[in-house]
């Protein structure tokens, strides 16, 4: 049974930290150069986590689609606080989306965001057509796909240790703030289970290649 919670009270919000900013990844440059091997482990690495973070940003465009679908759909409730929620969840959203988006650019990749934003309003997508109670099931099948990052990018972290690539470190720790509130934000207000027949997220970008 879905259920959600419309209950906006200062005890339940959960603040997204929208003033953590990373240091700009190319300031030690400088340092990599003192060691050949080092610099291509680095470089290596970097190139892994910006396929991480792509495809965790494809999640969260995928699951900013559903939200809007709901929020669209309630524009004429006259239950407020409902109307509330999934706005405020969808800008949780917009903006956790955002932050991946500039970490990619942090580390020397291009944006995708609107790129995915424009293949995700493809007219040969269903999305927006699905039941209310479908595209609850869809955000709760996304949240989960979310809640994996926190352990593959651990990964990095310890390599990035290792490295000295503690830009890196730093970079991937507020990614992982900031997807674990949104997915918190979620949980709390929308207690929903995912589609256990659903495959995983897959790329907007990989299905258009």
Same mark, same amino acid.
């Given at each position: 049974?879905?259920?959600?919670?419309?209950?906006?009270?200062?005890?339940?919000?959960?603040?997204?930290?929208?003033?953590?900013?990373?240091?700009?990844?190319?300031?030690?440059?400088?340092?990599?150069?003192?060691? #050949?091997?080092?610099?291509?482990? &680095?470089?290596?690495?970097?190139?892994?986590?910006?396929?991480?973070l792509q495809g965790y940003l494809t999640i969260t465009v995928e699951l900013h689609q559903y939200v809007?679908?709901?929020?669209?759909?309630?524009?004429? &409730?006259?239950?407020?606080?409902?109307?509330?929620?999934?706005?405020?969840? #969808?800008? +949780?959203?917009? /903006?956790?989306? +955002?932050?991946?988006?500039e970490r990619i650019l942090d580390l020397g990749a291009p944006s995708q965001r609107q790129t995915l934003r424009l293949l995700g309003h493809n007219p040969?997508?269903?999305?927006?057509?699905?039941?209310?109670?479908?595209?609850?099931?869809?955000?709760?099948?996304?949240?989960?796909?979310?809640? #994996?990052?926190?352990?593959?990018?651990?990964?990095?972290?310890?390599?990035?240790?290792?490295? #000295?690539?503690?830009?890196?470190?730093?970079?991937?720790?507020?990614?992982?703030? /900031?997807?674990?509130?949104?997915?918190?934000?979620?949980?709390?207000?929308?207690?929903?289970?995912?589609?256990?027949?659903?495959?995983?997220?897959?790329?907007?970008?990989?299905?258009?290649?």
């Amino acid at each position: 049974m879905i259920q959600i919670n419309a209950h906006i009270g200062l005890r339940g919000q959960i603040v997204m930290n929208s003033h953590k900013k990373v240091q700009p990844l190319h300031l030690v440059a400088a340092s990599l150069n003192q060691s #050949g091997a080092r610099h291509d482990s &680095v470089v290596s690495e970097r190139m892994a986590l910006v396929e991480l973070l792509q495809g965790y940003l494809t999640i969260t465009v995928e699951l900013h689609q559903y939200v809007n679908s709901l929020e669209l759909r309630l524009r004429n &409730v006259s239950f407020v606080d409902v109307r509330q929620l999934f706005h405020r969840i #969808g800008a +949780a959203v917009e /903006q956790c989306s +955002a932050f991946l988006d500039e970490r990619i650019l942090d580390l020397g990749a291009p944006s995708q965001r609107q790129t995915l934003r424009l293949l995700g309003h493809n007219p040969v997508d269903a999305w927006h057509n699905l039941s209310f109670a479908t595209c609850i099931q869809h955000i709760g099948t996304r949240t989960h796909a979310l809640m #994996g990052f926190s352990t593959q990018a651990k990964e990095f972290m310890d390599r990035a240790v290792i490295n #000295g690539d503690y830009n890196s470190l730093h970079l991937v720790t507020d990614c992982i703030y /900031q997807i674990s509130q949104l997915v918190a934000l979620i949980q709390i207000h929308i207690p929903a289970d995912p589609l256990p027949s659903l495959a995983p997220p897959q790329s907007l970008l990989h299905g258009a290649l």
